[in-house]
């Protein structure tokens, strides 16, 4: 077998990860909705013998040849080197098509490095060894040394990514499917993602990430994660809304207060993103609806829903919040079920 294909999606975090040490090991737990319809589709392909040192490889994105993926993807394929020796030698491409536009400002690293691992587990004689159990943990393992927030990706409908207490399989390492009871009304939640937002982030989520250490209100805020984390398993259980609401909300804007709290401080959030929050936050108080945002590092904002509303959320978004998009572009998502094979 010399070639590989999945499909893998993108995923949105409840509880966020943001603060890691090496090698990407993240200082809090993190709880994702698994997303269906933003995904990336990879095929790796082995071809003739290389005679480089290195990793001899093209990556084309939409059939087009990216040299600018290459670093990202190298750093990647270094860090688990160890694992890829039958790489060595080879010539090998990579094809990815993402679903969502490049230019949405939609984070392709969760969906990309974890379609990826995905492909490189298949093609490596230790991935055709393992049980369905053991290769989806060590891809999502892979997936995080490729992007922290991969690893959640590779199980769906919720990832949970780092040591939690009460949940004795929960690991630092890898992501797991989260088992725990999970109130129906949540499986079949929509988010539309209103894109205010478009092209390359101002701060990547790596700068970010680095700017915890030191950052005075880490401590607490790592704390705070881990108790969101335990609130959300409950509030998960039992299908409260309001409070599913009140806790995603309050992740989102607690994210964006350690961007704006760093030093250096930097805000993510343009003047679109808040007046929608105001909106949002409005149309709540009118209606009466469970419809919450969240953030990711970014400006463009996540609207969570229930499917029984779904149409009252879209005529809200068409009739109130399109102005504030670019080309009132807005992506209508849903939680899904992970990744596909693609052969
Ligand atoms: O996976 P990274 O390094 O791009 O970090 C993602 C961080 C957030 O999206 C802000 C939060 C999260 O848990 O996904």
Redesign the pocket.
Not at 147 to 150: D, E, L
């Given at each position: 077998m010399n070639k590989s294909s999945w499909r893998s999606p993108s995923?949105i975090?409840l509880v966020?990860?943001?603060g890691?040490y090496d090698p990407q090991l993240p200082a809090n737990p993190?709880l994702?909705f698994t997303l269906k319809e933003s995904y990336t589709e990879t095929t790796l392909e082995l071809l003739g013998e290389s005679a480089s040192e290195d990793f001899d490889f093209d990556i084309f994105l939409d059939s087009v040849k990216t040299d600018s993926f290459k670093p990202k993807i190298k750093q990647f394929l270094q860090r688990i080197e160890k694992d890829l020796d039958f790489l060595k030698g080879r010539r090998f491409s990579i094809e990815t098509y993402n679903s969502f536009p490049h230019s949405s400002g939609i984070?392709s690293?969760?969906s990309g490095m974890s379609a990826l691992a995905l492909n490189l587990l298949s093609l490596s004689p230790e991935g055709k060894n393992l049980s369905q159990e053991a290769f989806f943990r060590k891809a999502s393992e892979w997936s995080r040394l490729g992007?922290?927030?991969?690893s959640r990706s590779v199980f769906g409908p919720l990832g949970l990514w780092g040591k939690t207490a009460g949940i004795a399989e929960s690991s630092d390492e890898y992501a797991i499917p989260y088992q725990g009871k999970v109130d129906s009304v949540f499986t079949s939640f929509r988010d539309t993602i209103l894109l205010v937002e478009t092209g390359q982030k101002a701060v990547s989520?790596?700068a970010g990430?680095g700017l915890m250490n030191g950052h005075p209100f880490a401590a607490e805020r790592f704390k705070q994660a881990h108790r969101n984390m335990a609130d959300l398993q409950d509030i998960l259980a039992q299908g409260d809304l309001a409070a599913f609401g009140e806790l995603l909300e309050s992740e989102a804007l607690t994210?964006h207060a350690m961007m704006m709290s760093s030093r250096p401080y930097f805000i993510l959030m343009k003047p679109g993103s808040l007046e929608i929050i105001e909106k949002i936050w409005q149309w709540r108080r009118e209606t009466r609806k469970p419809m919450y945002f969240t953030l990711?590092?970014g400006a463009n904002v996540h609207l969570l829903y229930p499917e029984a509303i779904e149409q009252e959320a879209l005529e809200f978004v068409n009739s109130s919040l399109k102005g504030h998009l670019i080309n009132g572009a807005y992506i209508c998502d849903q939680v899904g079920n992970g990744p596909t094979p693609l052969t």
């Open positions: 995923n975090a966020k990860y943001w890691k993190s994702s984070a690293s969760a992007s922290g927030s991969a989520s790596t990430h994210l990711d590092a």
